[in-house]
């Protein structure tokens, strides 16, 4: 695992990161040491295989934080979480892409997490919803500036 560690602190100074950095922090397990399983001090609680799937479409963007592997725009804004083994969370804004994700079924709504939606990034094109997650972080971040 050669993934860059990002500074939590740092990106909570950014307001739309702060609920989902607060919800990676809630669950953060504290290693006995820092190695390549225990990266920055955290236990690690995305599965390699599925931080590599993350890599494959988002090329860049793909950091550790506090035991998670988060995506990352330009901006340092978090748009995308793997959780677990096949788990991938997503920033959604409420509205009509938010109920047509989970009205589809392929998405479920994150507890804690009112605007990120769930998907198996196993089970679906997950370059589709990576990209289309990034698109929305900006555009819902242009819409607040």
């Known amino acids: 695992m050669g993934q860059s560690i990002a500074d939590p602190d740092a990106l909570a100074g950014i ?17 006995t040491r820092a190695d390549a399983w225990n990266p920055g001090g955290w236990v690690m609680r ?23 592997t988060v995506l990352l725009d330009a901006a340092d804004r978090v748009y995308g979480v793997g959780a677990g083994m096949s788990m991938v969370w997503l920033r959604i804004p409420s509205g009509p892409a938010l109920d047509d994700a989970i009205a589809g079924g392929e998405a479920s709504a994150v507890d804690e997490l009112p605007s990120w939606v769930g998907v198996d990034g196993w089970r679906v094109d997950i370059g589709a919803w990576v990209r289309a997650s990034a698109a929305l972080t900006r555009e ?3 819409a607040d500036a």
């Open 15 to 31: 307001a739309a990161n702060r609920a989902v950095l607060s919800k990676i922090a809630a669950g953060a397990i504290p290693a």
């Open 46 to 68: 995305t599965h390699p295989d599925l931080t590599e799937l993350l890599e494959g479409v988002a090329p860049g963007d793909v950091r550790i934080v506090q035991g998670m």
């Open 140 to 142: 819902l971040v242009a």
